[in-house]
Each structure stands twice: as structure tokens, then as C-alpha cells.
């Protein structure tokens, strides 16, 4: 039996993509493994599946003055130490990391094994942790066609981002009857992320009663984010937060407007929805939903609003502009090669692990 490890953590968008791959890696035969932090959400995602999870020390590299930047490089260098014996132990024929700074000590670790490492960056723009591990990897496995002109070019791969198979399991109907909804009126679901967004709120709340006049809604809105005064409006449904019953949620919608973080909008793509995307502004991150915006709208895949124009017209303008151009949208996701990607992904690793020429 083949053996790998899956590292990767911090944030749920650096844990989603491996959890896509597990039934795959199972099927192949992979007897699998996985490396986290010792406190991180990864370790309670992963708690969900029979697979043996390991907690190694982990710290952040900063680039802003913080007192813990003096003791972060010593649990950097234990994780490292605590890695190294970890994957004496398990004997993994191959590494597979997500990114997230857990991942650099378990990256270097395989290295000094020579042990193969295969990567997967979401963004366009690296982030540091797999800046650090590019020079120790076999194999880099990109989000976005801008990604792969960064890259080494005989490592780089095109992939798109594994996605959760229960995604492609919705059902319209159930969507619907969930919310209330009828068949005979298009869906536009909003999904401000699980902290919500207050501009993005702000607009659709504002431009709400036009909205209802074509579409029935179902806001996503955030945890404490719920207008009370709006509860109980024909045709919308607002919900701080949908875990479950997204599938059905995502099936019932015929436009999405979404923040534009990588892994939900090639969620997006691979369900071939059409959408307006409004990305986090530079006040608020390092730029990398901007970047991910703009790849998609060049791409022909969005729309894009950015934050700074956000207004309750520009929206109802947006969605207008969809409803009337939303299969132009289609055919582009449908035509993208971006798709498949975990079956792309376990096959360099399966390369990978095997040694065999990758191409």
C-alpha cells in the first residue's frame, strides 16, 4: 500500500482541498496520513474522518513587529524536529501540502528525508509559506494560469483547486422547498462568507425590493448579521450561516454574488454558475481576492464589482447585466480546462510518489 501525508492549516480554505482528495487517494489505494498544527481548525475538520492525525508546534512568520515573532522561530524549529521524527515513522511515499505555515516545517522535513513533495498554491500570489517550499518541492500544482508564469516550468502544473464531491450532490428542489421558494422564480444566492460582510449586506438590503421583483434571495449574511426587521419578506431568506444544505442552496441558484476568495469561486466554477464577485479590498487583505477577481473576470468566468464602487445601483446594474448575459458566462466555465482537478492532482501525486517523468 502506497502511504502519504496531507499537511496543511490555519484557515478552512487550506484544509477543504485535501479533504476533497481523500476518497480519491483511498480508492487508489493510499493509506493516508495527516500533519497539523496542534490547535488548528484542521484538526477538527480531519477529526470528521478515520485518518491518524499528528499536532507538531507551529509559528507565523510576520512581516509587522509582534512580540511573538521572537518565540515563533523556536516552535518553527520544533515543528521542524518533531516532523522529521513523525515521518521516520509513518514512511509516507510522497507529501501532499495545502500551504499555511504548519506546513513549512512538515515540507523541509520530507526534503531532508528525500521524500517527494507536491504543493498546491489557490491564489495567483504565492503565499509565504509555499514561497518558502517551492525550492523543496517535486511538483507545484496551480489555481490560475497567471500562478504558473511565477513557478519553476518543470514543476508547475495547471490544475484548478480539488473540489468537495457532496458539492455536486444538490438538489434544486430541496434548495427551494427549504427556503420556501417556488420553481417558477430565478434564485440569487449571496454569500458574504462566514463573518459576513456589512458592505456587501448594506447593498443588497438596499436595493432589495427590485431585487424581489424578479428574483427570490437567499442571503447569507454572516454570525450577528441577521435584520430582524426583514424577517419574514416574501421571497427572502436570510441565514447567518448554511453548511449542510449548501449543495441544494448552490443547485437552486441561478446567480451568486460571492466574496472572491479561491476556493469558494472555483466552487463556483466547477458548478458552472454565473456570478459577480466582490473582492475583499486591499484595506482589508494582502490584495489576493482582487487578484483571484480579476483572473476570473479575464477568464470570462465573473463579473466584477470592486468594493470601492460597491453601491446598492452598481448591484441591481450587475445583476441586470447577468440575467441577460448569464449564458455567455456559462459556456466560458463549461469550456475552461480548470476542471477535474482532483483526479489532475492525484495523478502528480500518484507521478510523484512513483518517480515517474512528469509531463
Do not use: W
Amino acid at each position: 500500500m502506497k502511504r502519504i501525508v496531507l499537511t496543511g492549516g490555519g484557515t478552512a480554505g487550506h484544509v477543504t482541498p485535501n479533504i476533497a482528495l481523500i476518497p480519491e487517494l483511498q480508492k487508489r489505494g493510499f493509506e493516508i496520513h495527516y500533519i497539523g498544527s496542534k490547535t488548528g481548525i484542521e484538526k477538527e475538520l480531519i477529526g470528521n474522518f478515520d485518518i491518524p492525525y499528528y499536532g507538531i508546534s507551529s509559528g507565523k512568520l510576520r512581516r509587522y513587529f509582534d512580540l511573538k515573532n521572537f518565540t515563533d522561530p523556536f516552535r518553527i524549529l520544533k515543528g521542524y524536529s518533531e516532523a522529521v521524527k513523525l515521518l521516520k515513522k509513518i514512511k509516507p511515499d510522497v507529501v501532499f501540502s495545502k500551504g499555511g505555515f504548519v506546513t513549512v516545517p512538515v515540507v523541509k522535513a520530507a526534503s531532508r528525508k528525500k521524500i517527494p513533495c507536491v504543493l498546491h498554491e489557490s491564489d495567483i500570489s504565492p503565499g509565504l509559506a509555499n514561497r518558502l517550499c517551492i525550492s523543496s518541492a517535486a511538483v507545484i500544482c496551480a489555481n490560475f494560469p497567471e500562478t504558473i508564469e511565477h513557478l519553476p516550468k518543470d514543476k508547475a502544473f495547471l490544475t484548478g483547486t480539488p473540489i468537495r464531491g457532496e458539492l455536486f450532490s444538490g438538489n434544486r428542489l430541496n434548495g427551494l422547498d427549504f427556503c420556501g421558494f417556488t420553481a417558477g422564480k430565478p434564485v440569487i444566492l449571496v454569500i458574504g462568507g462566514s463573518l459576513g460582510s456589512i458592505r456587501v449586506n448594506d447593498a443588497v438590503r438596499e436595493i432589495l425590493p427590485q431585487l424581489l421583483e424578479n428574483y427570490q434571495i437567499i442571503h447569507l449574511c454572516g454570525k450577528d448579521k441577521i435584520d430582524e426587521s426583514l424577517e419574514g419578506t416574501a421571497g427572502y431568506r436570510q441565514y447567518e450561516y448554511i453548511q449542510k444544505e449548501l449543495c441544494d442552496l448552490l443547485d437552486a441558484a441561478d446567480l451568486v454574488i460571492s466574496r472572491a476568495g479561491a476556493n469558494a469561486i472555483c466552487e463556483l466554477l466547477a458548478l458552472r454558475k454565473p456570478n459577480i464577485l466582490i473582492p475583499l479590498s486591499l484595506e482589508a487583505s494582502r490584495g489576493d481576492q482582487i487578484l483571484n477577481a480579476n483572473s476570473f473576470e479575464k477568464q470570462g468566468f465573473s463579473y466584477v464589482i470592486k468594493e470601492e464602487e460597491l453601491t446598492g445601483e452598481r448591484l441591481l446594474d450587475a445583476v441586470q447585466f447577468m440575467s441577460e448575459n448569464k449564458e455567455k458566462y456559462r459556456e466560458a466555465m463549461i469550456n475552461s480546462n480548470q476542471h477535474d482537478a482532483v483526479t489532475k492532482v492525484a495523478d502528480l501525486i500518484e507521478k510523484a510518489c512513483e518517480k515517474e517523468e512528469l509531463s
